[in-house]
């Protein structure tokens, strides 16, 4: 027999005596690697996860990626390809697509007279790419390299394909990127006349003005109602199962994309390091604009662990967003599932035990599972307990009814995951809209596919000063905009794509959300007349209309309360609730936001507001109840 002897560098030369159907382990064993108790437990582990045995080994710390490669070389007789020094040459290339690459993780590396080598990190399932090689008129034969420098030689090689590809992959008619000056004159030019033509007759521009504001508080409210008489009904429960042998452990790919990120980069790589799902099935993407030299600087300070990688976006053309940089790191995730986090989440230890048990137990149609989202620095100041007694109330209530309904659930921006097959298949997120994450949702009801809320939570920093949270909520209310514009371009095909029911909670979600913070100062008109004190609308509202109106408006304000208390009650944060009376000052900041998105959506659509993180501290975490966990038999779809 030959056997292959390795130095640190190069490829390997022939020596006597190898046995190349040797098992990987013993190769470790014989080379000193690791132990047989260590090879022993990695067997073991490797029933239950469906991972390589050099996976399991290097996530445990017991043998590095070099270790393992080398192995391989040993077992196979197989030499390394330096990617580096002698990268891929385009027409070996241009052989196959680019998604061929990408999806066989193989990369072509050199021509040898008849031969043509191809780099591998998996070896055992080098047969099924030779066979769809088969007709290169050559014969293909693997050589070594490691998984990230395959990826990296790829991302090299086709940056200006795949970052085009990463501005253009939702479908054309339910994105905005079409959007140009020219198609926003005309819009803009018909709102400045209608204001004009209202403000030439004053009676009328004030009734329409009074019904739009009573309309669109009225859908909300109707939406709100409806997400908490779900959220409270008695439901019957179907116990979770826990996953056993000889069920396997699907591989997770979580995205974190980052940009500017010089204070959170270190504590975010410390909060994920917390995770206790199995870190050979654990692919961690720390997602990078190409340009961001703040956020690679702060990084190169933290240490790694081998299931962490940085991914590089390039710079090409003015576009920057997170659904952009996310698109791009799609093709080159991993995991059968694939979830996204922000720069400062810390998400609960055993959050991807409880996402993957819950996928198990769904039908097909569920594609996507949306999490909790809370803060963990809520008594930072005033602004911080309401913005945790908003989101507590929508993520822990609201949500949860709405899911239950069978209405669209607008996704959450960070802890949603997804069956990677189907994301795909929806073409990812729309690069261009700056709320991706409410109109991914939508695309997927629109699909055929469903939603649900599942039972963890993931903790942020609440945006706590006036100036950056008018900012993150304008950015919000300009991509609730974009997203409502984009897809009521055909009401009548939204209407069948959706049925009636969801169409409503469409209308009633954004046209309600965008429409109380435009029309709030005509709805706070209204408490004038409380007061007996003269208002805009004496004259053009009948006297019972508004008294009418003022029950309306305090059924809502009761219905906030009752929102805000059960939310923070299931967040396990009843020291709220004293504050949660407070929320009706907690809006009114909202407005200017809402007209700064107007004007944005004019002027500046796909512009990306950031929101500057590290500027809070993490408290304690709380215990919370959460009733979304127990799934309802019948989920009304």
Known sequence: ?????????????????????????????????????????????????????????????????????CALGHQRQLQFADLETAPPPAELCALRPVDFWIEQNVV??????????????????????????????????????????????????????????????????????????GSRFKPAVAFLAAVAGLAAIPQLGLSLLFWAAVGTLTLFLVLRLAGLAAYIAPRRTRQTEPLETPARLPSVSIMVPLYKEREIAGALVQRLQRLTYPKALLDVVLVLEEKDGVTRAALEKADLPSWMRTLEVPALGDLTTKPRAMNYALDFCRGEIVGVWDAEDA????????VVRHFAQVPEDVVCLQGALDFYNPRTNWRARCFTIEYSGWFRVILPGIARLGLVVPLGGTTFFFRRDKLIELGGWDAHNVTEDADLGLRLTRAGYRTEIVDTATYEEANFRAWPWVKQRSRWLKGFMVT???????????????????????????????????????????????????????????????????????TAEAANIIVGTLGVVAGGRRFLIPWVPTMALYYPLGVIAAYKALWELAANPFFWDKTQHGQAVEETLPEPTFRAGLRPVSDGS
Not at 29 to 56: F, K, S
Not at 135 to 164: H, N
Not at 348 to 353: C, N
């Open 1 to 69: 027999m030959v056997e292959l002897s390795f130095s640190d560098q190069g490829p390997a030369t022939a020596v006597a005596g190898s046995d190349p159907c040797k098992p990987l382990g013993a190769c470790l064993v014989d080379a000193g690697t690791i132990t047989p108790q260590q090879l022993d437990a990695a067997l073991q582990a490797q029933q239950r996860q469906n991972a390589p045995l050099g996976e399991i080994l290097v996530s445990e710390n017991w043998a590095t990626r070099k270790d393992v490669l």
């Open 108 to 181: 072509p590396w050199m021509r040898v007279g008849p031969i043509l080598l191809v780099a591998t990190a998996r070896p055992d399932r080098f047969d099924m790419v030779a066979d769809r090689l088969r007709d290169c008129a050559q014969t293909v034969l693997p050589v070594l390299a490691q998984t990230d420098q395959i990826d990296k030689a790829i991302a090299d090689r086709y940056k200006t394909q795949l970052a085009q590809a990463a501005e253009t992959r939702a479908p054309l008619s339910q994105s905005c990127r079409g959007w140009n000056l």
């Open 347 to 354: 998400p609960a230890p055993d959050q991807l035990e409880t």
């Open 484 to 554: 409502y514009l984009v897809h009521m371009r055909s009401p009548a095909r939204l209407l069948r794509d959706l049925g009636a029911w969801r169409f409503f909670g469409v209308q009633a979600f954004f046209l309600g959300t965008v429409g109380q913070f435009l029309l709030a100062p005509v709805l706070w008109a209204f408490w004038l007349a409380t007061a007996g004190w003269p208002h805009p609308f004496q004259g053009v509202v009948a006297p019972e209309i508004l008294r009418g109106c003022v029950y309306l408006f305090l």
